[in-house]
């Protein structure tokens, strides 16, 4: 599991040994059902459903469903479904509950979805009048999917992520699985197939429900489904830049080709530290912030005595971050989640906030925030002032935002040849010489000043 946070992650072995606290999880270990009895009234429907399925014949497979919101379900399912290898039905201990095993390229083995059903009767016989998944679902039961394999595995993402952003994850699991596999981990990855499977969750709700809970504040975690794992990632993370994206996706790699989901073998900060390490070794710039950060901790803190337990690793969401962040921003409390505060370790997770909690108000950054007001500054005018104020926003350390126009205004958009654009709610500000802008001499011909020296140019 790699912590967010503004790239803020679970270091190598010699940092985790460093900041236990820093946020890492174990993820669970998901068993398949053991299938002993059959129910009559679902046995029903489990031929007609693989017939059609396995001919990919729609409509054949949504005559099992009652109309309305069951055809609705069923035809996402069935949608899901046919993009996968070796999908069978069968009945699971459960009463009226259907177990789904499927498998993609890059899994181990074949996982199941236990999905609860409700039926109802129609003219032509029984159908199912509606499906839900008996705990955690599996990511084609939270919305349509996209799937793309590669020589290193496959990408599971919904339906609705833009196509050249899904295109890029194939040749990203490429270079992470050749990464880990010309790392020197010895004996460690003699199991591994050398292929990975990826979900990119739509939303933080579906990240929870695929990392069951333990990936909260968490760029990424491994979590194992029923024997085969698989990297979850956060969908927040999807618009960091490439070798961001690269290193995350190698750490979590070597979670999967140790398979220390399944199997976890070693002390937690053996197993971060070593997936760190790897990630460090075949990125630059993982190498350099790991180190930046040991600096850091260590002209601030004295070596620990004793290296870190599992008990030490409190949670994703105990991210000190996100902790972070939030005090820095005024927060007049902080509260644990959900997961953290029943979870294992609740008495540890609280003792570790309040010790994030103390440093962070012992620093010179939290003073500066105490002792100035958040700045906010208003910017609705021309290029130039836009390009002056983003500089002078960009060197205010309490700043909150800038105010800025995006309604037409050509002041903004013509005045000058190389107009600083915002692009999703951000600004990068130029390097270039100067405010970084060239003046643009023709537009200032075509929107003169009138008579009373007022200048506005949406009147011409």
């Known amino acids: 599991m790699r912590v967010s946070g503004r790239r803020r992650w679970c270091s190598s072995a010699w940092l985790l040994v460093l900041l236990a606290s820093s946020g890492c999880g174990s993820a669970p270990v998901l068993q398949p059902a053991v299938v002993e009895s059959a129910s009559p009234v679902l046995a029903e429907l489990l031929e ?22 069951a055809t609705r379900q ?39 979805q236990s999905i609860v059903l409700t039926f109802e009767r129609s003219e032509s016989g029984l159908v199912i009048g509606s499906l839900r998944p ?9 919305g349509g999917t996209a799937v793309r394999t590669s020589a290193s595995g496959t990408v599971i993402a919904p339906d609705t992520l833009v196509t050249a952003r899904l295109n890029d994850w194939g040749p990203r699991l490429d270079r ?47 979590v194992c489904d029923n024997g085969s794992p698989r990297i979850v990632v956060n969908p927040t993370q999807l618009d960091e ?5 690269d290193a995350l996706l190698i750490h979590e790699a070597v979670h999967v080709a140790t398979n220390a989901p399944c199997d976890p073998a070693g002390p937690q900060w053996v197993r971060e530290g070593l997936a760190e390490w790897v990630a460090a070794e075949h990125s630059p710039s993982t190498r350099a912030y790991d180190r930046e950060w040991v600096v850091w901790h260590l002209s601030r803190h004295q070596v620990p005595r004793s290296l870190p337990s599992d008990a030490d690793f409190t949670g994703a969401d105990l991210s000190r971050a996100d902790f972070t962040d939030a005090i820095l921003d005024g927060a007049d409390a902080l509260m644990l989640s959900a997961e953290t505060a029943s979870g294992k370790y609740p008495l540890q997770a609280v003792r570790t906030m309040g010790d994030i909690a103390r440093e962070i108000e012992t620093s010179s950054h939290y003073k500066l925030n105490l002792d100035a007001p958040n700045i906010q500054l208003s910017n609705s005018t021309n290029a130039i002032a836009h390009a002056a104020n983003a500089h002078l926003v960009a060197a205010i350390p309490n700043r909150v935002m800038l105010e800025t126009q995006q309604i037409f205004n050509p002041m903004l958009t013509e005045l000058v040849d190389n107009p600083i654009p915002v692009d999703k709610g951000f600004i990068d500000v130029s390097d270039r010489p100067g405010l970084g802008i060239e003046l643009n001499e023709d537009v200032l011909k075509k929107y003169p000043f009138d008579e009373n020296g007022i200048f506005v140019p949406w009147t011409h």
């Open 176 to 222: 992470a699985a050749t990464a880990v596999e010309r790392s020197d981990l010895g004996s460690l990855d003699d199991g591994w197939n050398e292929r990975l499977v990826v979900e990119l969750p739509a939303t933080a709700a579906d990240y929870r429900a695929l990392s069951s809970g333990t990936g909260v504040g968490a760029a990424a975690v491994t």
């Open 48 to 69: 007609p459903l693989q017939r059609s399925l396995d001919s990919r014949d729609r409509p054949a497979f949504l005559a099992n469903f009652a109309s309305g919101e």
């Open 74 to 112: 069923g035809s996402q399912l069935f949608g899901n479904l046919r993009q996968f290898q070796a999908v069978r039905f069968r009945p699971a201990v459960q009463p009226n509950t259907l177990e789904v095993q499927w498998r993609v390229p890059g899994d181990a083995v074949a996982t199941a």
């Open 134 to 142: 008996d705990s955690r679902a599996s990511i084609w039961l939270l």
């Open 241 to 245: 830049d490439r070798g961001y994206l």
